[in-house]
């Protein structure tokens, strides 16, 4: 039985500002920097709303992002989440369908200990099968990601009962599909766990990473509301017929809507309400994790 509740283990505003500028820019709360200008201190500004999001331009090259993700989606090994009704399509697993339960409002799966062993055993292989195939394409975009974590702090792979997670998972989205409003924190899932409790101290907090390797022709934006709904009131506005997302129709409008490029990195508090607006004419491919931040400054990632 595998116990959870142990171990964890130089910038300017201007108005002449372009996405392709080097350095940093920051504009309506939008941070565009070149990866050797990430600091520590642009975790903190996201975390603590001074910041909305934080994009790396043309983190993996173009040509690179469009190779990769044309290799990925040639992996046969796809799957949907096994909580929700949606069916969007991965390949990896994430920890919430390996701790919640189907269905439930952030509910412990009462088949815990056998979901999570499978769980850990299909990250090993999983991590192996993506990097592999992301090297055919001539780059590892989630290790690349990784390492820039590592450049700027105490950054590793989230570890539970002394074994690692999995992190960077392929997401896919169709023509038509889209993720509705939501917000992502581990405590939700976990809440025992002692990683939970650091990241609801004081200071603390979860990022979301995104690598965007393929774009629709329209639609896909990142959506961002700054602001966070408890389960009550995610609850009340829970959209028709959805077991996670919220009903746009009763949110007010967005404070951010980002329309990634291929090959960007985009970093984002993942505990305020956002979403991805309908893909359509063609496949979004994105490299997905987040980052748990401790108020003393250890980076832990997953998916
Ligand atoms: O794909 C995106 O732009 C964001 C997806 C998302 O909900 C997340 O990363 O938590
Ligand atoms: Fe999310």
New binding site residues.
């Given amino acids: 039985m595998l116990d959870l509740t142990s171990g964890l283990g130089p910038e300017s505003n201007d108005d002449t500002f372009t996405r392709s500028t080097f350095g940093a820019r920051t504009k309506d709360g939008i941070k565009y920097a070149a990866p050797d200008a990430i600091r520590f201190s642009d975790i903190k500004d996201l975390l603590q709303g001074r910041l909305t999001a934080l994009i790396i331009p043309q983190f993996v090259e173009g040509g690179t992002a469009a190779s990769v993700a044309a290799e990925l989606e040639r992996i046969p090994l796809r799957s949907q989440y096994k909580n929700l009704r949606d069916p969007l399509l991965k390949i990896g697993n994430t920890l919430f369908e390996a701790v919640v339960e189907p269905g439930s409002d952030a509910r412990i799966s009462s088949s815990g200990a056998q979901a999570l062993q499978r769980y850990f055993e299909n990250a090993a292989m999983m991590r192996h099968l993506i990097r592999q195939t992301c090297e055919g394409g001539g780059d590892a975009p989630f290790d690349r990601a990784t390492e820039l974590l590592k450049s700027i702090g105490d950054a590793e792979i989230l570890t539970l009962a002394d074994r690692p997670a999995f992190a960077g998972l392929i997401?896919i989205l169709t023509n038509g599909q889209q993720?509705l409003p939501?917000q992502?924190y581990f405590g939700e899932d976990l809440p025992q766990n002692p990683f939970a409790l650091e990241l609801a101290r004081d200071g603390a907090g979860q990022l979301?990473g995104?690598i965007y390797l393929q774009m629709p022709s329209d639609g896909g934006e990142?959506v961002i509301w700054k602001r966070t709904f408890s389960p009550a009131e995610r609850r009340a506005l829970r959209a028709h017929g959805s077991d996670y997302g919220a009903d746009r129709a009763r949110l007010a409008q967005p404070d951010a809507v980002i329309r990634?490029d291929p090959g960007d990195l985009?970093l984002f508090n993942?505990e305020v309400l956002?979403?991805?607006e309908r893909v359509k004419g063609g496949n979004r491919v994105?490299i997905?994790f987040f980052i748990g931040v401790t108020a003393d400054g250890k980076m832990r990632y997953w998916s």
Wanted: proline share 7%; net charge neutral.
């Fill in positions: 997401r993720i939501h992502d979301a995104n990142l990634p985009i993942s956002h979403g991805v994105s997905s």
